[in-house]
């Protein structure tokens, strides 16, 4: 009995000294820190869609098909091209609204971060800017928005 307490007691001191040491152990990668990485890689998809003159694929149909795209992003875009048609049948929007231009880069980096907000630049037209957010669902995180899809007019890029 008495060497059990004591085993006890030897137990409850060493628990108590290890948690009030601080560990060099690395924490893990938190989800609520956005991966950026993700908008990087939908602009990237884009533009090669976008340039690919033999593709028979739909925007809304190619869009549809990704699952690096919030459902959000999705029917935004879907209701923008609709309203867009119903109002100007022969020309639709006029500009693509997934980058807010008419034309844009074939290939971009990331610019700067803010929040669920990313800017992404051209690399060979580095004036040209583009804000994507992300959101993340489900633990995966997604593009919820880029060009005048989901996002606000304050965190869009200004075209002149």
Do not use: H
């Amino acid at each position: 009995m008495r060497i059990t307490v004591l085993l006890l007691l030897v137990l409850v001191i060493a628990c108590a000294q290890t948690n009030g040491k601080k560990t060099n152990a690395v924490p893990a990668k938190s989800k609520a820190q956005p991966e950026y990485e993700v908008a990087l890689r939908f602009i990237s998809d884009y533009a090669r869609y976008s340039n690919d003159m033999d593709s028979e694929t739909r925007l809304i149909d190619w869009i549809g098909s990704r699952k690096d795209i919030t459902d959000s992003f999705k029917s935004e875009l879907r209701r923008i091209l609709d309203e867009a048609e119903k109002e100007s049948p022969e020309t639709g929007l006029g500009f693509d609204p997934v980058v807010d231009a008419q034309d844009f880069p074939s290939s971009f980096e990331i610019a700067q971060t803010d929040g669920m907000y990313v800017v992404v630049k051209g690399i060979e037209w580095p004036e040209f800017k583009l804000t994507i957010s992300v959101r993340s669902v489900g633990g995966k995180w997604c593009v919820d928005g880029a060009g005048i899809v989901n996002i606000p007019e304050n965190k869009r890029i200004q075209r002149y």
